[in-house]
Each structure stands twice: as C-alpha cells, then as structure tokens.
T-cell receptor
Framework: DQQVKQNSPSLSVQEGRISILNCDYT??????FLWYKKYPAEGPTFLIS?????DKNEDGRFTVFLNKSAKHLSLHIVPSQPGDSAVYFC????????????FGKGTRLSVIA | ETGVTQSPTHLIKTRGQQVTLRCSSQ?????VSWYQQALGQGPQFIFQ???????GRGNFPPRFSGLQFPNYSSELNVNALELDDSALYLC???????????FGEGSWLTVV
C-alpha cells in the first residue's frame, strides 16, 4: 500500500523551460511534505518543504504547491537547468514526530540543453 | 554537504554473513534514522533512534538492529544476510524527531 505516489518515473524538459514534478498521497494525517533530489552515487539532498498550513512555498527557482483537498503536491523548477537532472523524491510525514518520512519511488528528471 | 558521514561506502558480503554499517551524525543532531533504498524504489524506513533509544521501526525483521551512541553516532547491523538485502543503506540525522532529515551518501551493500 503506497502512501506516497509519484506516477511519472521519468520526465524530459528543455533547458530554460519549466519542470513540473507531481506527487500524490493517501494518508490524510500527513501534514508536512518534502522534496529531495538525488544524484547517482550520492545520498538524497533536501530541496524544499511545505507544511499543510500553506499552499505554496518558494525558494529561488523551486516552488512547491500543495492541494490538500486533492492530496496532491507538485514541485516546479523554473527555469530548468542541465544541473537539475537527477532523481526527485517526494516525502511526507507528520509534524507530531510519530511518523517517519514516507517516500515515493522518485521521478528521474532529464534537462536537455 | 550535509555533515552526515557513512562507512563503508561499498561492500560485498556472502549470504548468511553479518554486516555492520556506521554513521556519524551532523553536529547538534540527536536523532538518526536508517533507510534502505532498493533499485528503482524510494528510501524505505528501517528505524529511528532518539537519544540512544529506538523511537520507531518500519516493516523490517528483527535481524535488522541498530545502536546509537552518546555522541549520537550510530550503527546498523544486519544478521543472516539474504540476497534481497542488497541495496543502498542511508543514514539520516536531524535536530529532533519532527524535523527535516539530512542524508549521508549511503553504503552500497551487495549480497552474493
């Protein structure tokens, strides 16, 4: 039973355009969401997070949107750069601290120059 | 760089053997979590330690065990290795139980 789903295993985007990575969750107890980026042979790196009291959080080229009613979040990267090519993991948890991070299977983003 | 270091980076073990993986947490972080990432999957939670006590465990058998030391470094031990234990093992530390976690680079385990 996958509580966090990333339904697109891969995504290709032209350099300079917008990348949109999607994530759905099923557990309504989740109230804190994170995105991690992973290069080959490295551990996941924290990118951006959002709590359920917000519907948008922005950090430079990265914006995360949260739609609680649809149990859906998305990560927007604009403009996309070749160095953004990596696997992106969506993760969810509860701020009470009683739930570990639950990860999706990841989406491999390729930004083509 | 997250300040979380893991060793060894790669190792090969034979089925039935035992393995110990080590992790040094980021300074000031009192919580450490271990995750297993199999090929094509997201990281799966194994367990978490907070101030040297196990604070939660995922769906892994008892042959997966851990320790956290007073300096907040940690070990993951796996006994009676099986072929399916081949994976990337990730250690992550955080300043509290309900915080963003920061991963090390992982230990690649191959069981043959």
């Amino acid at each position: 039973d996958q509580q966090v789903k990333q339904n697109s295993p891969s995504l290709s985007v032209q350099e300079g355009r917008i990348s949109i990575l999607n994530c759905d969750y099923t557990n309504s107890m989740f109230d804190y969401f994170l995105w991690y980026k992973k290069y080959p042979a490295e551990g996941p790196t924290f990118l951006i997070s959002i709590s359920s009291i917000k519907d948008k959080n922005e950090d430079g080229r990265f914006t995360v949107f949260l739609n609680k009613s649809a149990k859906h979040l998305s990560l927007h990267i604009v403009p996309s750069q070749p160095g953004d090519s990596a696997v992106y993991f969506c993760a969810a948890t509860t701020l009470s601290g009683n739930t570990p991070l639950v990860f999706g299977k990841g989406t491999r983003l390729s930004v083509i120059a | 760089e997250t300040g979380v270091t893991q060793s060894p980076t790669h190792l090969i073990k034979t089925r039935g053997q035992q393995v110990t993986l080590r992790c040094s947490s980021q300074s000031g972080h009192n919580t450490v979590s271990w995750y297993q990432q199999a090929l094509g999957q997201g990281p799966q939670f194994i367990f978490q330690y907070y101030r040297e006590e196990e604070n939660g465990r995922g769906n892994f058998p008892p042959r997966f065990s851990g320790l956290q030391f007073p300096n907040y470094s940690s070990e993951l031990n796996v006994n009676a290795l099986e072929l399916d234990d081949s994976a990337l093992y990730l250690c992550a530390s955080s300043p509290g139980r309900a915080s963003t976690i920061y991963f090390g680079e992982g230990s690649w385990l191959t069981v043959v």
